[in-house]
């Protein structure tokens, strides 16, 4: 079956650097996104990795790693508006995106 | 407008009455999904259209159905709502190509009591 797994909920200071994992297991597979959800809003695209290896965007970085089905979100200098859950999602081999059910991160001051 | 809207915002339902939720995107993407949301779970794919005038089942398509007659628009109907699609409805869009990027419109609040 397909399936990703992801911790429900973490809890990270401002101004910290925090880690988000994410294991996956689909029929076949077309990349692997990111995506943030902030309460009671639409998800908004963070990132896609198709290729092994780090793709840095500003704060954010994403990792990919096809052998081992992981991916993990790096979030630095972390602001309170970051609070947010983070969706990880893998394209199966049909292009469609399977989700994990979201991490909530939580950023105390 | 401008991105992917939805309507209505949010709906309370009585079971057994048909609803439609409708979406519509000025982006001229091929591609468009609807998904629900519940806590604790992921979204999930109910219908989609690779192109206007096509569609196909998710993974939770039962109760639901869609039409795809032009580019812009697709609708979702439930024919008689069950409380168990109590959920946000969330419409998406991608071009289908590059990195094939969803782009999701602000979501529909249902309850179905």
């Known amino acids: 079956g397909q399936n990703i797994d992801q911790p429900t909920e973490m809890t990270a200071t401002e101004g910290a650097i925090v880690q988000i994992n994410c294991t996956y297991q689909?029929?076949?597979?077309?990349?692997l996104f990111w995506y943030q959800q902030h309460a009671g809003e639409a998800p908004t695209f963070l990132s896609y990795?198709?290729l092994d290896g780090l793709e840095e965007k500003g704060r954010f970085s994403s990792f990919l790693s096809r052998s081992k089905g992981y991916s993990y979100l790096l979030l630095k200098e972390l602001q309170m508006k970051d609070s947010a859950s983070y969706l990880c999602?893998?394209?199966?081999?049909?292009?469609?995106?399977?989700w994990g059910a979201g991490t909530k991160l939580i950023i105390k001051p | 407008i401008a991105g992917i809207t939805q309507a209505p915002t949010s709906q309370i339902l009585a079971a057994g009455r048909r609803m439609t939720l409708r979406c519509t995107q000025d982006?001229?993407?091929?591609?468009m999904y609807w998904y629900r949301q519940d806590l604790g779970l992921g979204l999930r794919l109910i219908h989609y259209?690779?192109?206007?005038?096509?569609?196909g089942k998710g993974e939770v398509p039962d109760g639901y159905s869609v039409s795809r007659a032009n580019t812009d628009d697709f609708p979702l109907t439930l024919a008689s709502a069950v409380p168990s699609q109590t959920s946000v409805y969330f419409c998406?869009?991608?071009?289908?190509?590059?990195?094939?990027?969803?782009?999701f419109g602000p979501g529909t609040r249902l309850t179905v009591l």
């Open positions: 998406a869009s991608s071009d289908g190509r590059d990195n094939n990027e969803q782009f």
């Open positions: 982006m001229r993407h091929n591609a």
């Open positions: 259209s690779n192109t206007a005038g096509t569609t």
């Open positions: 689909t029929s076949g597979f077309n990349g």
């Open positions: 990795n198709v």
């Open positions: 999602a893998a394209m199966d081999s049909n292009y469609q995106l399977i």
